[in-house]
């Protein structure tokens, strides 16, 4: 046997597959029901999965394989599928993901579609959007990626340009999307942010149930997208020619301004001063305050950081603003590992964390037995990541501090910022304490003060 | 307003002027968002407990990523099935297929690791590229002298229940393997607990009290070895019937094994379990030593137990289960604390289940087979429950509604089974059913 060094096997992976991402970004569309085509587990692990971080109802249809569709095909469970879910839900759309099943038997989903339209004892027949999410290529945020980008090419229209914007976020929390809707109201923008899943997974309660939970882009701005003054992304290591806003940049000429996400002072500077460009409108005064207030507590809290090392880990482009926003604070990421394979992180790194870069380490295609294994040598002082690290961070009695997805250990996971001056805040804050708390932890002396 | 799809109509019994009939046991109807998984779900949670083997999902990343340490099954001694190992197919293996990589896979782990054993798990797309994993199994087998086990557990092929039988033969193929020097007269399998929150510990430490030998334990804080001795066994012990039957009786056709079926939820079938086995062994000892030890049980529980029901006496309670058999316990356990079914179903149930839990429960219970989020909500709603025995999907329907929910699946972190699991369960019915928050809802 050729012993490698790195594993053929992926033990306990750090991403997820393809067609979660789909359901995701399907999730933040009006009276949208996401439909996995292929077996049933597919779209019960990945509700499972979801709802153990959001904690909030996550249906997702699924047109129920048996051993006859994958022989003969899945365009008759694909229509029923379609029906049932139309009957019990009466959407505004259905938005259909493929699975690893349905694409290896050939299924031409875009086809059985069309056809559908034809369907006779259909009385009210929604908009469908397809995607292809094979759970054999990419990961999750591939899924979320292609996913809003099909929803774009699938719904949005030309036209004379109007007075908005389009934002699309990344795969960030429903907190993180409300803060980006007040930033934008606060410049007195008119803006189209898609997909907005805000309030489909993390709503109030109800006196009567909801068949799709209210909220979502709605498909009347989806139509308008075309027509927007300009298209901001928060995308950093996906194709950058295959987004949503690309899209739009190329088939009705909107001018697309690809951001990182905005995480740390320097990231999310970038972002205001586009917001000031677009706009022509200086920095709203409360957020002008919110960042001085950021670049006061970096001040006072400078010293308890200055040369902590941190292992991040997670989604690349999440890695790539954190590895920003902690060189800013003098937090070295001595590992940036993820499971996706981009082959761009290095160079992104590089690129918003250039001070210290040449001692991140980056690391793709990894595992959480790879990062436990460098962790053991690396002696980092904190975990920055989703909860998956928990068991790393318990060996090593250091801190973690839960960010993006999933965090199935803790509430709150749909309620934690990373994004602007204010997410940035919050998870300044959380960080420096975790350090602290540990300090007093590891002290026999109780101190009370800092 | 909440209709129910034509093709479910049959696996709904809401009316009970009508006389009783259900259908189940059938594919889930595409579009309904079914609670159920799949077959590779069946198989995989049937398994995974093994603590010592090692356990290999042949196919794309979802699969073994969705399932990493999942279910919260202790373990005793080694951890190994605590991890997600994946041959984490891509696109070109696809196309060229996958078994030289689950080769190379599996002998790189059976290096690093040294289980006692392997399980491989079909994926759904393992048979449609072609890939032999028979064959692949064989070979390793041979090379590193530990039982490889392929399961067939391709997802579409049937249901979760399909998952179990698949399972039960990969098991199967151990038993049998193993030296039975040693084994006592009075001794028994225990099959169908998980040792979820220990709850294993606490079965086998019972059986152990009144005399009885425990062989193994499947699947439950399980070891190979113990597996493979297991036909030397006198009696299988079976819970969650729908899971481990089929062992049970492949063991009774092959080695003369024969089996009954407990649940160790609630007083009543906690007792009986006990019973029931010293029965078997007709040892008039044994049996003093059983009721002087259930009788000890049952009154240290007694003064919780009867405080707790004064606090929840005439609430209403819904549950929906896995398998059938344990929605039985849950009904009495709920009557133990003077509480009412109105609700219940299974994802796996058949019809003979479905009777007796009807006869069970009070009348006018409404019955569901594989149901859905939107039956479950037009149900409780309808019923006016008060409490929601269920698992993760079905927690947040309860929540919106504003109704009380108690986890009796994968997330329970204190145990439910055994007499003080009774006071567990007690303590976490009240402290959702009687907690404040529910006053600042509207109802």
Known sequence: MKTTEKYIVTR??????????AC????????????????????????RYMISHFKEPVDIASSSFSEDTAIFGGKQNLFTGLKNVTRQYNPRMIGIATTCLSETIGDDVKHYLKEFQHEKDMFYIPRLVSVSTPSYTGTHADGYFNTVREIVAAIAQGGETQPFINIIPNMVSPADIRYLKNVLADYGLDYVLTPDYSDTVDGATWNDYQHIPEGGTRI?????????????????????AKTAGRWLAVNHDVPVHQLDMPIGIQLTDRFFKLLEEVCERPIPVWH???????????????KYLFGKQAIVYGDQDFLVSMAS??????????????????????????DVAPDISAKVRVLENADFVDIAEMAASLKPDLLIGSSKAFRIARDLNIPLIRIGFPIHDRFGAARIQHLGYQGTQQLFDRIVNAVIEANQAASDVGYSYM | MIDILEQRKGQVYDD???????????????????????????????LYPIADALHIVHGPIGCAAYTWDIRGALSSGPELHRNSFSTDLQEKDVIYGGEKKLEQALLELIDAYQPKAAFIYATCIVGLIGDDMDAVCRKVSQLKRIPVIPVSSEGFKGSKKTGYVAACRALFKLVGTGSTEGIRKHSINILGDFNLAGELYMIRDYYERMGVQVVATMTGDGRIDDIRRSHGA????????????????????????PFIRVSYFGIEDMSKSLYDVADFFKDPEMKTRTIDMVRDEINAIMPDIKKYRKLLAGKRAAIYTGGAFKAFSLVRSLRTLGMKTVVAGSQTGNKQDYELLLQLCDDGTVLL??????????????????????????????????????????????????????INFAKEVHSSVNSPVWKLLKK
């Open chain 1, 220 to 240: 009347h701005d989806i139509i308008k997208m075309g027509a927007a003054q300009a298209t901001i992304e928060f995308s950093s290591t996906f194709d950058a």
């Open chain 2, 369 to 422: 087979d594989d149901t859905n989020p939107l039956e479950i909500a037009k149900y409780i709603k309808e019923k006016n429950v008060d409490l929601f025995i269920g698992g993760v999907k079905e927690r947040p329907v309860a929540y919106k509604l504003g109704i009380g929910f108690c986890d009796h699946n994968h997330e329970r972190k204190k145990a439910l089974a055994g007499f003080p699991g009774m």
């Open chain 1, 12 to 21: 306990n992976a750090c991403k997820l597959c393809t067609p979660l991402g």
């Open chain 1, 288 to 302: 002008k305050n919110e960042r001085g207030r950021l670049l006061d507590s970096y001040v006072d809290a400078h």
């Open chain 2, 234 to 257: 006198s009696l299988n012990v079976v819970q969650c019937s729908g899971s481990m039957i089929h062992l049970a009786t492949m063991m009774e056709e092959k080695y003369g094994i």
């Open chain 2, 16 to 46: 009970s002027s009508k006389p009783f009939d259900i259908s189940c046991e059938k594919n889930s109807v595409a579009g309904s968002v079914s609670q159920r998984a799949c077959v590779f779900c069946g198989s995989r949670v049937v």
């Open chain 1, 325 to 350: 926003f902690l060189s800013e604070i003098g937090i070295i990421p001595v590992l940036a590992a993820t499971g996706a394979k981009t082959g761009r992180l290095k160079a992104k790194i590089t």
């Open chain 1, 24 to 47: 995701l970004a399907f999730k933040g569309i009006e009276k949208t029901v996401p439909l996995l085509h292929g077996s049933q587990g597919c779209a019960t692990y990945i509700r």
